[in-house]
């Protein structure tokens, strides 16, 4: 069954004006299921046009009226999550059995925790700062938001993006990754049933739709979650009118295991962060410094793991011991296999290396050992399931090499001695450090970095924050 994809604008489905369509490949097995629309200018026009409207209203409602919008629309995905499970399967390949249960209810829950911060938004107490006058400050919504949004998560990063945003009173123009956006078109069904028409806008497209969005006048703030090269073009598309900009990019997060560390947990744990969805997470653990004393029993642990995480690939449908998916589309395929080619002379591919089958986008969960820190598999993310071993010699070292990227999204620490976890915790430049894990996260933490990584945070109460501007009122008393 082929399926047809529509913008929705105005809290309609509605065709684009471009007449122009982009396939829709299943990555399980590399086949066109569907269309969606490229849309151009015009149709970015329109949906902007829409939320423009609408803000003057939604800028206005109480807290309160948008914390029950929220709710419902929560108790809406979750009685539509089956539908959204099955579509998020096939527009990603990922194992249904796994986004019921590892993505669905930290979105549900997610989408609460931002209905009832909504309600309690934060500022300086109201005062008598200069003699005859009262000065209170107003936290307010920025306007009409500009968003795009990845295929590695399309329906959280979604959410993450539209909610924060819609419940700090402000109405979005959405545009998802071309190759994922079926459930942005979904969710955005689900949630017209309790909001006003236009404040929430998707339109679908590839880069000149993305680059269409963020250069509109209309907004005055844009977010992406995408590439470090497509930050980089967002910021200097929105500079040129001064927009406030909200950048998640990429990652390169240094898992770092000292020597008294438990080996099979570690391995364990960390072979379920760096393989979870193919790889294709900004945070994913897919560098590890290891201290050269534990070296080699603790890759081969770590080879052991990989060699044990089943693809999807030739398993019957349903297989709940299958759970690493294959990569999004065939560039990403080309991308991530292109890189067995830059193993040095030093390294090596311990395990797996290859692509799995010829249909669909497959690649073996891959551990490649012996790389040094200025190698380039040791400083770019790859973004596939793939991870890489090099070595430290001491806690001043291993906290050296960490910092040694470009990126600053997230980290993690494996080590018994409490005191060590703490100092070192401190000392890694990433906006996230996990000890003795890696990769949860909960909606009232929040989530983001620097650097290459760009900066703002998604989740929690600064997540919402991100989304409001502040305005002084001063009021003579004479």
Known sequence: MTITVQNFINGELVDSSSGQTLPLVDPSSG???GTAPNSNERDVDIAYAAADKAFADWKRSTPAARQKALLDFADDVEKHADDLVAAEGRNTGKPDHVTKVEEVPPMVDQIRFFAGAARVLEGKSAGEYMEGHTSWIRREPIGVIGQVTP????MMMALWKFVPAIAAGNSVVLKPSDTTPVTTVMLAEIAARHLPPGVLNIVTGDRETGAAVV???TPQMVSITGSVAAGRAVAASAGERLKRTHLELG?????????DADIAAAAEGIAVAGFFNAGQDCTAATRVLVHASIARDFTAALAERAGEA???????AGDKDAWVSPVNNAIQLERVLSTFDRVPTHGEIVTGGERQGDSGFYIAPTVIGGLRQDDWLSQNEIFGPVITVQTFDDDQQ???FANGVDYGLASS????????????????DFGCVWINTHIPLVAEMPHGGWKGTGHGKDL?????EEYTRLKHVMASLG
């Open 215 to 217: 250069a509109h006048p």
């Open 151 to 154: 295929w590695n998560y399309p």
């Open 460 to 464: 929690s109460a600064y997540g919402l």
């Open 413 to 428: 620490v494996w080590t018994k001695d409490v005191t060590r976890a703490l100092n070192v915790s401190n000392a890694l």
């Open 310 to 316: 089943l693809t999807t690939h030739g398993r019957p």
């Open 398 to 400: 291993a906290i050296d």
């Open 251 to 259: 990652g390169k997060a240094p898992v770092i295991v000292f020597a």
């Open 31 to 33: 086949e066109t299921y």
